[in-house]
Every structure is written in structure tokens, then in C-alpha cells.
């Protein structure tokens, strides 16, 4: 074979193994949204009222023609609280893959840049010491103090990137407002009786038992409008994760693109912290497993970072209602303890799915 045949054979081997490249990353894909979507059935059918997986399908397909509790149970009770599960988790993992990206820090994430510690702040402000938004319902008061502190939060890191730039002196800011957000939250619990101090500690652990229509329209309809732009962005990601001067010299304004992520992740992070509570290690375990999956190209690893994010807390929620017979545990706590040991073993697999 001559030279040109040489050279022709090597590129239609380079083609055909992109080809399975792809098609190996799509079915990560594919095989991540089937285990979200088994992990909703699984929540739905998890629970003290007895509603078995069979009752569940019956139920969700309109096949189910016997007592109407368990449809009640089934369609107000357990759907919302499933849903709520996969949009938290969704949002805070994209959330996570986008700071670890732009700040090129692996531990990167809502929690660590103090945006859930802020959101805390403002729970406990509204619970504590009555310290609320003006015409705010009572109802939603926690929940939108919560948002409103954490978005400030967020607000803050923003103009510390626009006076300083570095992505290093951004994560160091952002933990200092971890510890400040977090003394604030000690002292007002020093100070807090009792029946708030209780009702304050269980928001600060992750709940999803307040999951209702509303908060997951709303949750819904925020990831179904920023993920498109997230996907839009993914390549000049990409292009920024091999490195800032390597990105600018092929057209990417990293200061722009930094404040665009970041505005979309703190959105994500602060109205799914403002609706569960403080669930820190989805944002930061979501993200490395993608990544050790699939990559780092973003057009695949965006996808990958939500869904696993989704299904991490999907099965957490599960853990909680069974992990102690009879007890709900925090979700939190749960995605904490599960997700400990299952990142430790994929650092152990895996050197970064590069």
C-alpha cells in the first residue's frame, strides 16, 4: 500500500473510532436517563403507606381502578416529592459542572462557594428571628428568604470575580463566605428557643418533604430555561478547560463566559437550595461522575452531569425511607453518607474520564 493509502486507512480509522466515541458517550446518556427514570418509579414506590411498584405503574398509566387513597397518596404525596428529588439534583449537579469548569477547580460547587450556606442564613432569619421579604406569604417566607440571601451571595462572588478575575481568589472568596454564612447561622442558633432551633436544624440537613406543585413548576421551568444555554455554551467550555490562553487565542472571552455560568449556576443552586434545603454533595460528586464517564467535552458532559445529579438524589430519596424503618431521615445526610463511599470508588477506577 503506497503512502496515500496509508494515510487515507489511518483517518478512516480515526473517524470510525470517534464514531464509537460517540455512540459509547450517547449511551451513557441513554442508560443515566433510564436510571433517573427507574429511580422515580422506585421513590414513588417507597414509603410507609404501602403502595406497592405494580400500584405505582397502574396508577401513572391510568390502569388503576381501586381505592382512590392510594391514587391521592400516589399523585399529590409521592409524585411531587419524587419530581422534586430529580429537579434539585439535576440543578445542583449542572450547577456544580459549570463552577468546576469556569473556576477550574474539582471542588467547585454550589456548597463550597457559600451559596447554600447563604441560603441557610436566610432560613434562619425567617424561621429564628421573624426577619422576612416584605409581603412575602407566610407560607413560602423560609423559602424565599432562602433564595434572597443566596442569590446575594452570589451577587457578591460576581463582583469579586468583575475586581479581581483569578479563579483561585473566586474559590477562596467563595469558602470565606462559607465560614462567615456559617457563623451568622451558629449565633442565631445560640439564640434560637427551642421550636425553632429544631425547625431551623431540619431545614439545614435537606428536606424534601416540602415538596408541592409549585415548587416543582417553578424549579421546572428555571433548569427547562437555562440548560439549553448551557448547552449553547458547551464548546466554548470545553475549549476553556484546555486552558484560559488556549481558549482566548481560538476566539472565547473567558470574563464573559464566567459571568454567564455563573449566573445561571447561582439561579439553579439558590431556588433548589430555597426549596429542599442545604444538600451539598450532589453539586460536587454529580459532576466527577460524568466526567469519569463521558469526559470533558461539555456537549456531553453537560447532559451527563444533570442526569447523574438527578439520579444520585433520585436514589437517595429512596435510602432515606428505608435506611430506618419508620424514621425519614434528611435527605442530606443521606446523599452525604451514599455518596461518600461511591465517590471514593470511582477515584479509585478512574483518573478523570478524560
Not at 483561585?168 to 451568622?184: C, K, T
Request: glycine share 10%; with cysteine; hydrophobic share 60%.
Amino acid at each position: 500500500m503506497n503512502a496515500g493509502g496509508q494515510a487515507d486507512a489511518a483517518v478512516m480509522q480515526a473517524i470510525a473510532g470517534h464514531d464509537r466515541l460517540i455512540r459509547r458517550r450517547l449511551a451513557v446518556i441513554g442508560g443515566l436517563a433510564c436510571l433517573v427514570l427507574a429511580g422515580v418509579v422506585l421513590d414513588m414506590g417507597t414509603g410507609p403507606a404501602g403502595v406497592s411498584l405494580r400500584e405505582v405503574v397502574e396508577i401513572l398509566s391510568f390502569r388503576h381502578s381501586g381505592d382512590t387513597a392510594l391514587q391521592v397518596i400516589v399523585w399529590q404525596v409521592r409524585l411531587p416529592t419524587a419530581l422534586l428529588a430529580v429537579l434539585v439534583g439535576a440543578s445542583l449537579s449542572l450547577a456544580g459542572a459549570e463552577m468546576q469548569t469556569i473556576l477550574d477547580n474539582p471542588l467547585a460547587s454550589p456548597f463550597t462557594l457559600g451559596v447554600s450556606s447563604a441560603a441557610a442564613f436566610g432560613a434562619a432569619l425567617a424561621i429564628v428571628m421573624g426577619i422576612t421579604v416584605p409581603m412575602v406569604p407566610k407560607g413560602v417566607a423560609v423559602s424565599v428568604n432562602a433564595f434572597v440571601a443566596a442569590f446575594a451571595s452570589v451577587l457578591l462572588i460576581q463582583l469579586f470575580a468583575r475586581l479581581r478575575g483569578s479563579s483561585s481568589a473566586l474559590v477562596l472568596f467563595g469558602i470565606a463566605l462559607v465560614f462567615g454564612f456559617n457563623a451568622l447561622v451558629a449565633v442565631i442558633q445560640f439564640v434560637a428557643p427551642t421550636d425553632s432551633l429544631q425547625q431551623l436544624v431540619f431545614w439545614t440537613m435537606g428536606s424534601l418533604s416540602g415538596a408541592d406543585t409549585a415548587s416543582v413548576t417553578v424549579l421546572a421551568v428555571l433548569l427547562a430555561a437555562t440548560f439549553p444555554f448551557s448547552l449553547r455554551a458547551a464548546w466554548p467550555m470545553t475549549l476553556l478547560a484546555l486552558g484560559e490562553e488556549r481558549a482566548q487565542s481560538l476566539g472565547v472571552h473567558p470574563e464573559r463566559l464566567r459571568f454567564a455560568c455563573l449566573l445561571r449556576a447561582s439561579l439553579l443552586a439558590s431556588l433548589a437550595v430555597a426549596c429542599a434545603g442545604t444538600i451539598g454533595f450532589v453539586g460536587l460528586i454529580g459532576p466527577h461522575v460524568a466526567r469519569l464517564l463521558v469526559g470533558q467535552d461539555h456537549r456531553y458532559f453537560l447532559p451527563s452531569s444533570l442526569l447523574a445529579g438527578a439520579a444520585i438524589l433520585s436514589f437517595s430519596s429512596v435510602v432515606a425511607k428505608v435506611i430506618l424503618p419508620g424514621v425519614l431521615l434528611p435527605i442530606g445526610i443521606v446523599t452525604s453518607l451514599v455518596g461518600l463511599p461511591c465517590f471514593i470508588a470511582l477515584l479509585m477506577m478512574g483518573r478523570g474520564g478524560k
